[in-house]
Each structure stands twice: as C-alpha cells, then as structure tokens.
C-alpha cells in the first residue's frame, strides 16, 4: 500500500477516536456511494456528523483542511443525502472536517466543527 494511503489510514483512526473522546459514536467509516466517500460519519445526541479527514506531514504547502475544495464539499453534501434517505435518518447534519498533522515533533488535531454548509455550498 502506498505510504499516503498509510498515512491517511493512520489520521483516520485518530480522528474516529478524537471523535469517540467527545462522547461520538461511529456508525460508518469509508461510506461510499458511487466513487465518493467519506471518511467518517459519527452520531451524538440527535447530531449525525459527515467528517472529512486531511492528514498531512507537514504544512508547508497549507494547513490539511485548506484542501477541501468546493468540489469535495458538494460530494459530502450529496453523500449525506443519500445516507440519510437510505438509512432513514432524520436527525439534524452537521459536515466537520478534522485536520491531522502527524509531524516528528508530534501529531495535532484540529476538528473545525460545522466547517461548511449545504446551504452556503450548494449557492456557489
């Protein structure tokens, strides 16, 4: 396996367990739907939560979350859609993305909790 794919294997798995410490429960990991995916969809407290991880080793080209681009943003949308129709949940949706930065001077984790929205997306 490719060492990025190792890479964003290992920020996932902290990023689901960033999740679980703030009382989540996950419910999928890898959803996919077609050739999109995502990464984690967490439940808490009447809040279903599409999160997007970005894992890097460094930020010398930008900080993680500053790679989801409006194209990645409308497929979370759409994914949602679809997960909440074929699963028939009715709960509020929230789209977060969790920023992994595994450097050798440690790993960070920055969630930006409500980082995009289908209204302000789907304007643009």
């Not at 689901?16 to 439940?43: M, P, S």
Request: glycine residues 6%.
């Amino acid at each position: 396996m490719a060492e990025h794919n190792d890479t964003g294997m290992q920020g996932e798995a902290l990023a689901c367990r960033h999740l679980e410490e703030q009382g989540f429960a996950i419910l999928e990991t890898n959803w996919r739907r077609g050739k999109y995916e995502v990464d984690i969809i967490a439940y808490k407290e009447g809040l279903i939560v599409f999160a997007e991880v970005k894992t890097r080793h460094r930020t010398d080209y930008g900080n993680p979350e500053e790679f989801v681009d409006h194209k990645k943003q409308k497929a979370y949308i759409r994914l949602a859609d679809a997960y909440v129709t074929k699963h028939r949940r009715e709960e509020e949706v929230r789209f977060d993305i969790i920023s992994v930065v595994a450097s050798p001077d440690g790993t960070h984790i920055e969630h930006l909790e409500n980082a995009f929205s289908s209204v302000e997306v789907m304007r643009r």
